[in-house]
């Protein structure tokens, strides 16, 4: 992570759990829902406030946060506000399990989630993944995939990524290596890259790009792009777009998430949810670099296609991705 990452979500001041878990309740009660008073609130706190406002609720009421908003809420909008109760490594989980679980896999979630995260953050989901379905996500991933992506799949899930700063001589060797293991020989050995992209940390695999070019002529995105085809050539991008500049991934996982017929709505909301507390203001400059529009027009557009063919909530979710503060930090 850049030391000049930001969120467009900040913790409130002065912040007040009982009063915030007084005027929910008070949006919940009696004939109709006060949607705004409800956006108003959630997408004003960070998710540490947010669980505080929850435990406030229950004390003063006796009632669950969380439950009450489900028995208010509906369609996307739901999706959106309980996306935002719920702690991130337990989010995350519970995202990873339904693109195990779901409809076919969605290996596009697993390498979003797992090869893009911090060793923390990977060993606070594989907690909370244990916790909630009581068994572990190795496990899982591993009767779910197959082949090299489910062997990067399950390096990412240790956590063990070093995390110190580049060794120049290591550095060499690694892009020796993948050269070598790459476009240097007949064939490919995707263990070796496999080896190298997972466990390195981010500054040595910079210096070691760095060391290929010169020892190749041409970057390591190229030589992935070449040599690997499917899933795991994407599991390996993506550790690498991520190392070179993750807002920008970030910024294209969210265009890809509203081109073609309809919108993705899952991954929309994943993706503002888990990175407004982080980096999204690197996020929306990289969008409008890349793409040429603001990523509000982008999202709005998309929000607003949706609310005329498909989801009657589209105009509370795009209320909510206008107040979360995704515009402005």
């Given amino acids: 992570m850049s030391d000049y990452d930001q969120g467009t979500v900040l913790p409130y001041q002065p912040f007040d759990p009982e009063s915030d878990a007084q005027a929910l309740r008070k949006a919940m009660k009696g004939l109709g829902t006060d949607e705004k008073a409800i956006i108003n609130i959630l997408a004003r706190r960070v998710n540490a406030q947010r669980q505080q406002i929850a435990k406030s609720y229950k004390t003063q009421f006796g009632k669950d946060l969380v439950h009450d908003l489900k028995s208010e809420l509906s369609g996307k909008f739901e999706d959106v506000i309980l996306a935002l109760m719920t702690p991130l490594p337990d989010y995350l989980a519970s995202e990873l399990h339904q693109a195990i679980s779901g409809l076919g896999t969605n290996e596009d979630t697993l390498m979003e989630i797992l090869c893009t995260r911090s060793n923390h953050d990977i060993q606070q989901i594989t907690e909370a993944y244990k916790k909630m379905y009581n068994h572990s996500l190795e496990d899982d991933l591993t009767g779910d995939t197959s082949g090299p992506l ?27 290596k993948l050269y070598q293991a790459g476009v240097g020989q007949w064939g490919t050995d995707d263990s070796v890259f496999n080896a190298i992209m997972a466990s390195r940390s981010y500054a040595h695999l910079k210096l070691m790009f760095e060391e290929y070019y010169q020892i190749a002529g041409h970057t390591v995105p190229h030589a992935i792009e070449k040599e690997f085809s499917g899933d795991i050539r994407t599991g390996f991008l993506t550790i690498a777009r991520c ?22 709505d899952r991954a929309l909301i994943r993706l503002v949810t888990s990175r407004c507390e982080i980096d999204m203001v690197q996020v929306k400059h990289q969008y409008e670099q890349l793409f040429g529009k603001p990523l509000e027009k982008a999202i709005s557009v998309s929000c607003l296609i949706c609310s005329t063919v498909r989801c009657k909530n589209a105009a509370n979710t795009l209320s909510y991705f206008s107040s979360i503060n995704i515009f402005t930090p």
């Fill in 243 to 264: 190392m070179q500049n993750r807002s920008a991934y970030f910024a294209e996982k969210l265009h890809k998430s509203m081109q073609g017929i309809g919108t993705d």
């Fill in 150 to 176: 489910r062997r990067l799949l399950v390096s990412m899930t240790t956590g063990g990524r070093e995390e110190g700063p580049a060794d120049p001589s290591r550095a060499k060797e690694d892009a020796l």
